[in-house]
């Protein structure tokens, strides 16, 4: 696949988890629609999510020799603890989005440090399920401007 989309812990709860924080969309919605959009671009696209550091990790690390060229991530309660999937974005070298569905700098001190924007390409919060589509939208348009 071109573009990977990686959704970090708590995220499968997407449509019943805190619905007034993060919408009422769940993760299959999501993922259903982002499928669509790069299918429509004739881009090929995969959606992956784990509770699990390690696992994310390990998929990061694979996207390297797996045909990605973009990463969506939105590393969720690890964005603000993992020095470790900071270093695997850094070690695959791929450009990568940060995605957030809530505006994490109106919220908790302890969400305003993010351990991977100064790695990212761009970083979108707040904007709910709509952020994966932008980000999307940016990954492909730049894709198609690098092809
Ligand atoms: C989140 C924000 C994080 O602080 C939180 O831990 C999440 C989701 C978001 O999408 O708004 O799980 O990444």
Same mark, same amino acid.
């Given at each position: 696949m071109q573009v990977l989309v990686l959704h970090g812990p =708590? $995220? =499968? $709860? $997407?449509?019943?988890?805190e619905p007034e924080v993060y919408g009422a969309q769940t993760l299959a919605q999501i993922d259903a629609e982002l499928s669509k959009i790069a299918a429509d671009a004739g881009a090929r696209l995969e959606s992956f999510q784990s509770n699990h550091e390690g696992a994310l990790v390990d998929r990061i690390q694979a996207a390297r020799s797996d045909g990605t060229r973009f990463i969506l991530i939105n590393p969720a309660a690890y964005t603000h603890t993992s020095v470790a999937i900071r270093d695997a974005l850094a070690a695959v070298a791929l450009p990568f989005i940060e995605v957030h569905l809530s505006n994490i700098h109106r919220r908790e001190a302890f969400r305003h440090h993010s351990y991977l924007s100064e790695l990212a390409v761009g970083v979108i919060c707040g904007l709910g399920a709509n952020g994966y589509r932008l980000a999307l939208r940016h990954a492909l348009e730049s894709l198609e401007a690098g092809a």
């Open positions: =708590n $995220l =499968n $709860l $997407l449509g019943t988890r």
